[in-house]
């Protein structure tokens, strides 16, 4: 069975796709709950216990090491398995896994919990993108990838604004239960996504190539790995993705140390901060129809902006006090490396989704979250050193030059890139070698 025509899907309403559209009613509800539970977890460490900079590191690590050990698993097996399940059962995990962060008592209690909340992390976020893949055309794929990138950066609005509510008037207990309902809200609305998606069997038969009977686990989940090497704009743009999420991790993970080191900073300033990043984040979102071209261009200006604008926030923070224009500056320094973060993110995770054959999108986004989890868990370690050696003004001023470096890098690579890009073709081949018998 061959895809609809490509100008024909292109003139129908994405909203018209009703699994689709659970989908990401399903997105919707888990993210705003991920970021109540976000904020009221950087609240309670961070602020009431009073966590160091290495035990906020450690609160990273422990969200990203799941991801990074198991990132292959998780593809591999939300290729091979019912991916409907595997989300299912992994938001009804989480949703007893964030309750029970109400009862703990210690630093060592929420990083186990995170460790466990972090596994199903991994089963199910390569399983949400080859869902998406199965239920919308690739006509259709970019305005997809864009408006589910579009509700994450909204939830990062509304979440910590909600939270700060609820942590003022219930308390932080409050934000981790209404984060576990949300969990089980999600799994309630996912049971009415079709368990095949209708175009499952069209690209996997057509666009994927068959893997021997007997070829091993590890060649499997190595998949995604050897479809991203054949296309050099895809691999070119995932080595620059991971080492600008490296350098930018050296000061993003020590924020919370940042702000208390501003004298007379407002406590619920950080909720309003994340906020602007995820406006800033949604306004890349809402034109990322125009990256769909050349994605490397974006992700270029989208390295350079953040980098600029981390390095001149920490220069300003370090020479002010709180009050009316600290708040705006901190605002707007958010808002603006919220839009270079999209634009880094955005084109590269459109063009992922639209190359990437059906039956291996789980194995191929498993393999770029496990490297940005590799990423996510070496810069928040080397921030936590810098942090602790020198204060976190210059993390923030160093993360930031080396990530407008990156970004002026790429800017003068990108040509070569894109024209062997072009030479390899537009379609991905991965080679096999077929087990003797």
Sequence with gaps: MKEPNNAALADEKLTANRPFMLLI?????????????????????????????????????????????????????????????????????????????????????????????????????????????????????????????????????IGPAFGGLLVAAFGISACYLLD??????????????????????????????????????????????????????????LVMLVTVLLVLQIADSQTVTLFRDIPGISGDMLGWCLAASGLGTLLSALAARRTGRRPLIFMSAGAILMGSVFTAAAIVTAHGEAGLWMNIILFGSFAAAGAGAGLVFIPFYAMLQRRTPEAYTGRVFGTVNSLTSAAAILGPVAGGALVTASGAVPAFILSGVLSALLGLAMLLLCGRIEARDRMAGTEPQVMFEVSQP
């Design 180 to 237: 576990s309902a949300t969990y089980l809200l999600s799994a309630a609305i996912l049971l009415a996504v079709p368990r095949a998606g209708k175009y499952k069997t069209a690209r996997g038969a057509e666009a994927a190539p068959k893997l021997p009977g007997r070829a091993s686990f590890l060649r499997e989940a190595g998949a995604g790995l050897r479809l991203i090497t054949g296309m050099p704009a895809a691999l070119g743009g």
């Design 25 to 157: 009613a399903a997105q919707l509800i888990s993210n705003i709950g991920d970021w109540l539970h976000f904020l009221a977890l950087l609240t309670m460490v961070g602020l009431k216990w009073q966590a160091s900079p290495w035990e906020i590191t450690a609160i990273s690590l422990c969200m990203a090491v799941p991801m990074l050990l198991g990132g292959a698993l998780g593809g591999y097996l939300g290729d091979t398995f019912d991916r409907k399940a595997i989300m299912i059962g992994s938001d009804l995990a989480r949703a007893g896994i964030v309750a029970s962060i109400v009862f703990a008592g210690s630093l060592w209690q929420v990083y186990l919990l995170l460790i466990a909340k972090g596994m199903m992390d991994v089963l199910f976020s390569p399983a949400k993108s080859g869902k998406l893949k199965e239920l919308v055309p690739s006509a259709h794929m970019d305005r997809a990838v864009a408006l589910s990138s579009s509700i994450e950066q909204i939830t990062k609005i």
